[in-house]
């Protein structure tokens, strides 16, 4: 079974140094399903293809008394698929890379870079829809071709084995513990002993994008051979780690510059954090619409909710947010269990994603989008825009995301960095701009465009907030 992976980035070749294999050489090991090979069928300034060769010996797998009583054991498609024997492979091969470890190129680590991954052959019962429940959130684009059973008998019908391929940018440690854990999630059956140390290997190599995925109770259960008792586990750790998140600015309590005299009165006041900061300044624009009805897109753990409740005028606020565990976050923040009829009256919380146009989501007077658009990569932000301004369409719209500029505040990110690793990009305020403007002139909004945060001369504030308006 062979499967390649192919990096798009400057320098391309230093892709080596955080695989920690040579692109001169050929590595070579047994491990305990067969044999194992990686070696680079291209190297290039601009790109570089890794591949993956695995040898099953389907026969030494099963050897003992045990196995003379099922054939399937012999007669199957372990050679020639890529499944949880594939992901045995892979750690054989790049265990360095999957523990995110490199000494010879250690700025990379973090880099985000496009891959194309190939895998001509996958086992996987659910189907395509299933891989895209999988691939599509964590930012790739999916392409899955179904074979026959036999190409010379059409009318014995579909195969369950799939070709793949797979479009994002991912860092390394990312790509290579995707398919770790999501090659045996599609084939659903492991060919190993499933205990404990698999509960380790999942969280090891899922972490924090595992836990953000809306399908992890299925990978969980599917990647654990549906142990009740390694599942529920699996599922306790991964609600108990922290999410980071970008880095908190305290705002500065001394006088500020006359030059920075426009920002809000709250952004000078000592000890309020900056996510506080966004909130007041997105319920300030909420109270000013005069609006009776509330969506808050991406609502995560239920700040901006609670906030809400407070506010009197509002009859009808609705949560939606993609991940189950941010969900059951912000209903534990709410004591929704114990929340009295009358509050439950005004106030829902739904799973919905903002890539699918959604009935939901219609009708409200105002819609929040606090720090959610730059977690969409181009093709998604495009249809969270027709989503929303299209099809939702609430009267006013409001929207933060960060501001670059700001960025270089920060001495372990710089100007270039992003504050977050799932950021697909960060916007300057001119930016900023020329996006909320293409909005309006589009979907027929009128924008104003304000800072949230201390301000300063040359590079503005840290946040920026957009409120747009229904013509």
Known sequence: MLITLTCYAPNAP?????????????????????????????????????????????????????????LDQYVNDRPYVSTSLTSVALHTAFATALAG?????????NERMRWVVALPAVACDGGEDLMARLFTPLGYTLT??????????????????????????????DVLGHLYVLLPVLDNSKHYYVDREETEKLLDHGGAWLALHPERELIAR????????????ALERLAALDVPIEPEVEANGSETSDEAAGASELAREPGVGLHEQRLQAVLAAIRESNAHSLVDLGCGEGKLLQLALKER???????????????????RRLHWETMPPAQRARIDIVQGSLLYRDNRLAGFDVAAL??????????????????????????????????????????????ERLRHSDHRFEWTRA????????MSATYHYEVTQQEI??????????SQLFIFDQR
């Open 313 to 331: 005028q509002l009859t009808r606020i609705l949560g939606v947010d993609v991940s189950s565990l941010a969900l059951a976050r912000a209903r």
């Open 222 to 233: 599917r990647y654990l051979r549906y142990k009740r008792t390694l599942i529920s586990s």
């Open 453 to 462: 945060g201390a301000a300063e001369p040359e590079i503005g504030a840290p």
């Open 144 to 173: 899955a071709t179904r074979h026959p059973l036999d190409s010379s008998f059409l009318a014995w019908g579909a195969s369950d084995i799939y070709s793949v391929r797979l479009e994002g940018e991912q860092t390394v440690r």
């Open 370 to 415: 606090v720090e959610v658009i730059e977690h969409l990569d181009a093709p998604r932000l495009s249809a969270m825009e027709r989503v929303v301004f299209e099809h939702a369409r609430p009267r006013r719209v409001i929207v933060t995301t960060p501001n670059r500029e700001y960025n270089v505040h920060w001495e372990t990110l710089g100007s």
């Open 101 to 109: 470890r490199n000494k010879e190129r250690p700025e990379r680590l």
């Open 431 to 438: 930016e900023g701009r020329a996006w909320a403007e293409r």
């Open 14 to 70: 230093e892709v080596g140094y955080l695989l920690a294999k040579n692109p001169d050489s050929v590595f070579e090991r047994e491990f305990s399903a067969g044999q194992v090979w990686v070696f680079y069928p291209e190297v290039a300034e601009d790109h570089i293809t890794v591949a993956l060769l695995t040898e099953i010996d389907p026969v030494g797998l099963v050897r003992g008394p045990a196995a003379l009583t099922q």
